[in-house]
């Protein structure tokens, strides 16, 4: 299955996303960095948080409106949860101080390639009990959640969201990076994708 690749910063992480795309069974796109008609599935890829490309910014919430006229599937990876939430009217803030340093262990200064920054790790949990190690590398949350979005997962020591779904425009997102193949079950957000 095709699928359209938000532009990744670098080429290490643009890599990641391709490979991890491939050995899952979808053949990646990226995308041009200008307006495109999305017409096939679309994933947004991590990055700077919000406000820091405001251009990226912007591209993004295109592409989300795209693939939101066109009825097609969107997965969001770290950065890309957070996109998503802000565009359905929801919140992202910086994690509290003393969150911080679980979750990344440099500041994310520009929209830079992020393949030298080291992952934090630890456990989110689903509503029936299912936990997860996954990777961290972020700084911001979502804060209040959009109400279109279910929290399917939470970290298991703070509450925090870390997976959001949205079944019926087929939207689900993740705060970790599975292309970077650190965490448990890295196929699992994709998973959605085969079954849309």
Avoid at 127 to 143: A, E, F, I, K, M
Wanted: aromatic share 10%.
């Amino acid at each position: 299955m095709d699928v359209f690749v938000a532009p990744a910063r670098g080429e290490w992480e643009r890599k990641a996303y391709e490979d991890w795309l491939i050995e899952n069974g979808f053949n990646p796109i990226t995308l041009e960095p200008k307006p495109q008609h999305i017409n096939k599935p679309l994933i947004l890829c991590g990055g700077a948080d919000i406000g820091k490309n405001l251009v990226r910014d912007s591209l993004e919430f295109a592409w989300i409106e795209s693939a939101l006229i066109h009825k097609q599937p969107i997965v969001g990876v770290c950065r890309g949860m957070q996109i998503l939430n802000v565009w359905f009217g929801g919140k992202v803030e910086n994690l509290p101080e003393p969150l911080v340093e679980i979750h990344r262990l440099d500041e994310f200064e520009d929209d830079a390639d992020h393949t030298e920054r080291v992952s934090q790790f630890h456990l989110v949990k689903n509503s029936v009990g299912g936990l997860l190690n996954v990777n961290s590398r972020h700084h911001q949350y979502c804060s209040e959640v959009a109400d279109n979005f279910n929290v399917i997962y939470r970290s298991l020591e703070n509450g925090l969201p870390e997976a959001i779904m949205d079944i019926k425009r087929q939207i689900y997102a993740v705060q970790w990076h599975p292309e970077r193949g650190e965490s448990e079950n890295n196929e699992f957000p994709l998973n959605f994708l085969k079954k849309s």
